[in-house]
């Protein structure tokens, strides 16, 4: 939805354990989804064709490939840090993925324009009792730090990504399981 051109860096400053990065090097990389997956249901089904199958897996693997592409994740936490790099390892990343513990409020900006996607807390499985003042703090520091940055936050958090502060220019309801969730662009 972001419109991301791989030309850009693109920036996870909340990457948690790195759906997002992992995204990106998917799209970067040309790598089809499930590539990595050791089996389908449908491998089990009496239509199924062997050889077909490793016709099309073979061509998914000649069409991977690595590049230049600035991707960026970041996160206070040095779990979640670790998390990301070990879930990511399969992708065989290069020197231009770059995954470090840093708090978003301090990070050194990584680039002078690109593309910043997050999804901070929404207060459901990690518990936060100033949350409206958390987006509130989003919002000011993209205000303030991240021009020359296309902003996308997604958040289960209908109230608190109100407090965000900044008009967005897109907004996309979209689910995360039963959550409903907004996916908004602060250009």
């Known amino acids: 939805f972001s419109g991301w051109k791989q030309e850009n860096p693109i920036i996870d400053p909340m990457c948690g354990s790195g759906t997002f990065v992992a995204e990106a090097i998917?799209?970067?990389?040309?790598?089809?989804?499930?590539f990595y997956r050791e089996s389908f249901g449908f491998e089990k089904s009496n239509a199924h064709s062997h050889d077909q199958w490793m016709t099309i897996m073979e061509k998914a693997k000649n069409s991977i490939k690595v590049n230049d592409t600035k991707i960026y994740g970041f996160d206070k936490s040095l779990a979640a840090v670790s998390m990301t790099k070990e879930n990511i390892k399969l992708f065989q990343p290069s020197e231009n993925i770059i995954i470090e513990q840093s708090d978003y409020f301090n990070l050194n900006k990584p680039s002078e324009k690109g593309v910043l996607i997050m999804n901070?807390?929404?207060?459901?499985?990690?518990?936060?009792?100033?949350?409206?003042?958390?987006y509130s703090n989003i919002g000011t520091r993209l205000k303030h730090f991240w021009e020359n940055h296309d902003a996308w936050i997604l958040s289960g958090n209908l109230q608190a990504i109100k407090h965000i502060g900044l008009k967005p220019k897109r907004k996309k309801v979209l689910f995360n399981g039963p959550l409903e969730c907004k996916l908004i662009n602060i250009p």
């Open 120 to 134: 901070p807390p929404y207060d459901q499985r990690l518990k936060n009792n100033a949350i409206n003042e958390l």
């Open 26 to 34: 998917m799209k970067a990389y040309n790598i089809a989804p499930g």
